[in-house]
């Protein structure tokens, strides 16, 4: 008995099946990332962060470009939880440097890209510097993070987020206020339902920039030309800024975007590097996801401010870096 003849490949089911994969890729972690607002919002102490911090914001904010070591969030998982710690006191400046920091200064991307990069190999305690990448993928995230970071010191948070998350902030000081002087202290289990609320609000609100941003990444990835890029990549002037582009519209998580990069033979490690840390820091879910915490001129400045930031240091780093491995 003849097997029933197979459809024909559809480019509409194609769309689907690209947005189906990156919803089950990052849903997870955006789960987990509205998990963590929820339970810090409800049993994360009013202002804890405020005396818990150095006083000097120069200083906390080179101190939170390393939280992704202690607290490694992906980004898809980073803007509520950057949410609810700036209603907790923690300073914009600060926020902002852990928000681009911890997707890549994390020990689940050092691991990854060492892995992809097959640096495990050469790299040992006694000669780090032959982890070129990955050296220079942390290094790289951590300084760029930190320097716009330092751009947002003097700014007031009602000059960068939107007006409904700076009014929030507000409440919660005022009832953080309350609270401290008259109000008696919540019961675990009604700070443990108080934080499955928040959760589930936020993951509704976060999802619907999410799912916006994995359409038009879908649409991309299924109907764009991929062989493009081999001849992009051959010029130099080209091939920085396509890939960085290209870094924007996959939107891959940063856990697994080295598996991507390393095989691009036709790369330079450069432009590899530029690839790898402006992906985790600015991609299509992550435009509009930012667009639900910061204002458009905020999100707009960060597109400009780390497409140029990244690509004008990722040549000249890529090759300090490199003069540190031992030949």
Not at 146 to 152: A, E, K, M, R, T
Not at 185 to 210: C, I
């Amino acid at each position: 008995m003849p097997l029933a003849a197979l459809p024909a490949p559809s480019p509409t089911g194609d769309i689907f099946v690209a947005f189906l994969s990156i919803v089950f890729e990052g849903a997870p972690y955006i789960l987990l990332g509205t998990l963590l607002s929820g339970f810090i919002d409800a049993f994360l102490p009013a202002r804890l962060l405020e005396r818990v911090l150095p006083k000097s914001r120069v200083i906390s904010t080179f101190l939170a470009g390393f939280l992704g070591l202690v607290f490694p969030v992906c980004e898809c998982a980073i803007v509520p939880v950057i949410r609810r710690l700036v209603q907790k006191g923690l300073p914009v400046s600060c926020a902002v440097t852990y928000m681009l920091s911890a997707p890549i200064v994390n020990p689940i991307v050092a691991v990854s890209t060492l892995t992809a990069f097959k640096e495990f190999q050469t790299w040992s305690w006694d000669t780090p510097g032959n982890a070129t990448m990955t050296i220079a993928r942390l290094s790289l995230g951590y300084v760029v993070a930190v320097i716009v970071g330092l751009i947002f010191i003097r700014l007031k948070p009602s000059q960068i987020l939107r007006e409904k998350i700076t009014a929030q902030i507000e409440s919660a000081g005022t009832a953080a206020a309350e609270t401290d002087h008259a109000a008696p202290k919540a019961s675990f289990n009604g700070k443990l339902v108080h934080a499955m609320r928040t959760a589930m609000r936020d993951f509704l609100d976060t999802g619907m920039y999410f799912a916006i941003g994995v359409v038009i990444t879908s649409i991309f990835n299924t109907r764009v030309d991929q062989a493009i890029l081999d001849t992009i990549a051959k010029s130099d002037v080209l091939a920085l800024p396509s890939i960085m582009g290209l870094a924007m519209v996959l939107s891959l998580c940063s856990t697994s975007d080295a598996f991507i990069a390393a095989p691009m033979a036709s790369f330079s490690m450069a432009a590899k590097l530029a690839f790898l840390v402006f992906g985790p820091m600015m991609d299509i879910k992550l435009l509009f996801m930012y667009s639900g915490v910061f204002k458009r001129k905020v999100v707009l400045g960060f597109l400009i401010g780390l497409f140029v930031l990244i690509g004008v240091l990722a040549v000249p780093w890529i090759d300090l870096i490199s003069k540190l491995a031992v030949k």
